[in-house]
């Protein structure tokens, strides 16, 4: 079946780390998100690509990287500059790039502080 | 100001009973779309319903339904017969004017946790 496939499920960070949140989808879509969520807040974007070697800062971009190497993966690094990085971390992907089509989502991250 | 405002935090619901969750938005684009999503406690969203800003008719899907009040600028999820599987949280978000710039990202608010009970 086609879909979204984040990885590891959980991941804790020490301080002073960077870690990396795999994200792979199989749908052939173009545009691709990596979205925060915090508890009881709705989703804010981090990054987003629209196209492959192509990716553009959201919201809160500061501390987070990415990359766009493939159109199937766009993993993303959160790194020791992201001084609050426990959170929830969801992938997102759109066959459409202007939206009119849903997001298709992964079943997301648990990035937790050791 | 808020792009997105879902104002109930919380929200409770007998079996079979119809419920309407609210979400009001806050744009200038003439252009524009509105997306509910649903996430239960597994952390997955799923796509429920879109509304276009130019679309005359209100969306459906199931049981799921869209009340589109585009002069009052709400676009309120109407969910009939409600199922025990229904408990979950349920997010507002909107894509503005391509044009304009915001036509390749979403907004979400703030959340509605809806409970289902027998």
């Known amino acids: 079946d086609g879909g979204i496939t984040q990885s590891p499920k959980y991941l804790f960070r020490k301080e002073g780390q960077n870690v990396t949140l795999s994200c792979e989808q199989n749908?052939?879509?173009?545009?691709m998100y990596w979205y925060r969520q915090d508890p009881g807040q709705g989703l804010r974007l981090i990054y987003y690509s629209q196209i492959v070697n192509d990716f553009q800062k959201g919201d809160i971009a500061e501390g987070y990287s990415v990359s766009r190497e493939k159109k199937e993966s766009f993993p993303l690094t959160v790194t020791s500059a992201q001084k609050n990085p426990t959170a929830f971390y969801l992938c997102?992907?759109?066959?459409?790039?202007?939206?009119?089509?849903?997001?298709?989502f992964g079943d997301g991250t648990r990035l937790s502080i050791l | 100001a808020q792009k997105i405002t879902q104002t109930q935090p919380g929200m409770f619901v007998q079996e079979k009973e119809a419920v309407t969750l609210d979400c009001t938005y806050d744009?200038?684009?003439?252009?524009?779309?509105l997306f509910w999503y649903k996430q239960p406690s597994s952390g997955e969203m799923i796509f429920l319903i879109y509304?276009?800003?130019?679309?005359?008719q209100n969306a459906t899907e199931g049981r799921y339904s869209l009340n589109f009040q585009k002069a009052r600028k709400s676009a309120n999820l109407v969910i009939s017969a409600s199922q025990l599987g229904d408990s979950a949280m349920y997010f507002c978000a909107m894509r503005e004017d391509i044009l304009t710039g915001g036509g390749n990202k979403l907004t979400f608010g703030t959340g509605t946790q809806l409970k289902v009970e027998l």
């Open positions: 997102a992907s759109s066959k459409d790039r202007a939206l009119i089509l849903p997001q298709h």
């Open positions: 744009t200038s684009d003439q252009s524009y779309g």
């Open positions: 749908l052939n879509h173009d545009a």
């Open positions: 509304q276009g800003s130019y679309d005359e």
